[in-house]
């Protein structure tokens, strides 16, 4: 979900900030990890790209529920998360 960050930090590992970005990957994880993953992943898919569809997941896999839905994407509004190049 965080590819650009990660690779940053791959890239970076030996920076003095490398513990911040560790830090602020962490942070995203600790969202997602609260939700079904992959039901979660694809709703953040689904907003950031403007298109509805990702949302659809398949048996034996379940949407998130509107509330869940509208509480993830809080979260990740709240820590800054954004999903450029979509």
Excluded: C
């Excluded at 513990?19 to 969202?31: I, T, Y």
């Amino acid at each position: 979900m965080n590819p650009k960050a990660i690779a940053d930090l791959a890239a970076h590992w030996r920076e003095s900030n490398a513990d911040d970005r560790q830090a602020g990957l962490d942070q995203v994880r600790s969202v997602f990890a609260k939700y079904q993953m992959i039901a979660g992943m694809k709703t953040a898919v689904a907003h950031y790209s403007k298109d509805p569809e990702w949302l659809r997941a398949r048996p034996p896999l379940m949407q998130l529920s509107a509330e869940q839905q509208a509480q993830l994407l809080s979260e990740l509004q709240a820590i800054n998360f954004s999903m450029p190049g979509l």
